[in-house]
């Protein structure tokens, strides 16, 4: 079964300074790996998602995230916060060619002046 | 602009009361989803619908039901609403395209529930 790990439930950080957050995942074949980002009262945006290829994967908003096989990862990363950033941040796992996701827990990202 | 909609952002129950939660798409998709969040569970889907008529149960799918008449609209209900359904309910729809290797799911607002 699927199953991805968020550890840091809550992580703050400067305005300015670099952000990363950690999604290790469990599955057994070739993942599809998304970030999503909850602002508050908002439902979920797509950040980026990786399928293959280019293990240093693009996406909205200045982020990036780096496909780890070896350590079952996908950390995203931004090297500049900025405040507006604060969010809600899910990291999740699907199969080719399957409708489902598994989502976890959440980081919630708190941005200081 | 793609847009999913959902009834109610906040909505108050009494334990016992039959509640409905409604979801609207309109970009034609055929993959429609009910997932509840709760803080330090991430999202857990509920239920989701592959067409019309058509449903299959989530993880987490115990004290609801589904319902999807019509392509554009899925409805979660609750049959007898309990404290332990009090959360935010988020609906997410995505294409059926089997071109392509993954279809993104786009979300509504969410849905806040307090069960009393």
């Known amino acids: 079964a699927q199953s991805v790990t968020q550890p840091d439930i809550h992580i703050t950080v400067s305005e300015g300074a670099s952000l990363e957050l950690r999604c290790n995942y469990s599955?057994?074949?070739?993942?599809?790996l998304f970030w999503y980002v909850q602002s508050p009262g908002q439902g979920l945006q797509l950040l980026l998602k990786?399928?293959?290829?280019?293990?240093l994967v693009q996406g909205i908003k200045g982020f990036e995230a780096e496909f780890k096989r070896s350590q079952s990862s996908f950390n995203l990363r931004k090297p500049s916060v900025h405040w507006s950033d604060a969010a809600e941040y899910f990291c999740?796992?699907?199969?080719?060619?399957?409708?489902?996701?598994?989502f976890g827990a959440g980081t919630i990202l708190r941005v200081k002046s | 602009d793609v847009k999913v909609t959902q009834s109610s952002r906040y909505l108050v129950k009494r334990t016992g009361e039959k509640v409905f939660l409604e979801c609207v798409q309109d970009?034609?998709?055929?993959?429609m989803f009910w997932y509840r969040q709760d803080p330090g569970l991430g999202l857990r889907l509920i239920y989701f619908?592959?067409?019309?008529?058509?449903?299959e149960k989530g993880d987490i799918p115990e004290g609801y039901s589904v319902s999807r008449e019509k392509k554009e609209r899925f409805s979660l209900i609750l049959e007898s609403a309990s404290t332990n359904q009090t959360s935010m309910y988020l609906c997410?729809?995505?294409?059926?395209?089997?071109?392509?290797?993954?279809?993104?799911?786009?979300f509504g607002p969410g849905t806040r529930l307090t069960v009393l």
């Open positions: 997410a729809s995505s294409p059926r395209d089997y071109s392509q290797s993954y279809n993104e799911q786009f």
């Open positions: 599955y057994g074949a070739t993942p599809y």
């Open positions: 990786y399928f293959s290829g280019d293990t």
């Open positions: 999740a796992v699907g199969a080719r060619y399957g409708n489902k996701l598994v």
């Open positions: 970009m034609d998709h055929e993959n």
């Open positions: 619908s592959y067409d019309v008529k058509m449903k």
